[in-house]
């Protein structure tokens, strides 16, 4: 399955004001890997994400998915093949209901209506707010927005996963069921995240980064064991591995 892999060869990027966001990045990624990527604020997860479905394009190096590089020429394949959900939900949802919002990646296909509604339905179903089908999605809570925004995402059945922060703003609950859903997504996943306790139930590899520059890339268990490391990319372990401070006091 060649044409799932992802390759970041030598990838930088600087934004327009001359801020270097991405520093000559290597990565390649191949079809199954979970992948988490974990920095500080700024550190460039959201930057990396974009210029891997060709929102940002790199001003030197290159991105593959396979044989099929990523360039404004190759986008509507590309964004068929990843499925990127934003940081903020809001840039992703500009429908006047949640349904035309998850209909629309399925409608750009061309599929016919009968289609799409299976589509929508079960993506709406799979996040758990079919509920929320013909509500304004600019009138939803925080959350809610974020479960339509990934719905938009596997009404498309892409091959590749690319979500920028999915557990923010979700209750324990809509986490707990996002993980889950993730789990059994058996395509490749890149994860940006805060969320190390979703990276170490997820991932099994982790790539670090700082200032633009990978810090670290290798199996998660390593990693998190590292806490200096961590410490000076501004990260903390997961919770999980923290122990609990309540059976500490006694
Ligand atoms: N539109 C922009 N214009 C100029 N600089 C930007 C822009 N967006 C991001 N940056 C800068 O690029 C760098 C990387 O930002 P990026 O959003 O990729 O970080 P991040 O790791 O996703 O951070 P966060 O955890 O806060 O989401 C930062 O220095 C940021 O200030
Ligand atoms: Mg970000």
């Known amino acids: 399955m060649s044409h799932h892999l992802v390759d970041f060869i030598d990838v930088s990027y600087s934004y327009l004001d001359g801020n270097k966001a991405i520093e000559n990045l290597n990565a390649r990624i191949h079809h199954g890997e979970a992948v988490g990527i974990v920095g500080a604020n700024g550190a460039g997860k959201s930057t990396m994400l974009k210029l891997l479905v060709g929102i940002l394009m790199p001003e030197q190096g290159e991105i593959r998915l396979g044989d099929l590089p990523v360039t404004k020429k190759t986008l509507s394949i590309v964004r068929q093949?990843?499925?990127f959900t934003f940081q903020d939900p809001e840039d992703?949802?500009?429908?006047?209901?949640?349904?035309?919002?998850?209909?629309?990646?399925?409608?750009?296909?061309?599929?016919?209506?009968?289609?799409?509604?299976?589509?929508?339905?079960?993506?709406?179903?799979?996040?758990?707010?079919?509920?929320?089908?013909?509500?304004?999605?600019?009138?939803?809570s925080g959350g809610e927005k974020r479960a339509v925004s990934i719905a938009t995402v596997l009404s498309m059945e892409p091959n590749v996963?690319?979500?920028?922060?999915?557990?923010?703003?979700?209750?324990?609950?809509?986490?707990?069921?996002?993980?889950?859903?993730?789990?059994?997504?058996?395509?490749?996943?890149?994860?940006?995240?805060?969320?190390?306790?979703?990276?170490?139930?997820?991932?099994?590899?982790?790539?670090?980064l700082k200032d633009g520059r990978i810090e670290y890339d290798g199996p998660t268990a390593e990693i998190m064991k590292n806490t200096l490391l961590l410490e000076?990319?501004?990260?903390?372990?997961?919770?999980?591995?923290?122990?609990?401070?309540?059976?500490?006091?006694?």
């Open 92 to 140: 992703q949802l500009f429908n006047i209901t949640v349904y035309d919002d998850v209909a629309f990646g399925p409608r750009n296909y061309g599929l016919d209506e009968k289609e799409v509604e299976k589509r929508v339905v079960s993506a709406l179903q799979t996040v758990g707010i079919e509920h929320l089908m013909h509500r304004a999605p600019y009138k939803l």
């Open 232 to 250: 000076q990319c501004g990260l903390e372990q997961p919770l999980m591995l923290q122990g609990c401070p309540i059976c500490r006091q006694k």
């Open 81 to 83: 093949t990843v499925g």
């Open 161 to 208: 996963l690319a979500m920028d922060e999915p557990t923010a703003a979700l209750d324990p609950k809509s986490r707990r069921r996002l993980i889950e859903l993730l789990q059994g997504f058996k395509h490749t996943k890149l994860i940006a995240t805060h969320d190390l306790d979703l990276v170490m139930e997820l991932c099994s590899r982790t790539i670090v």
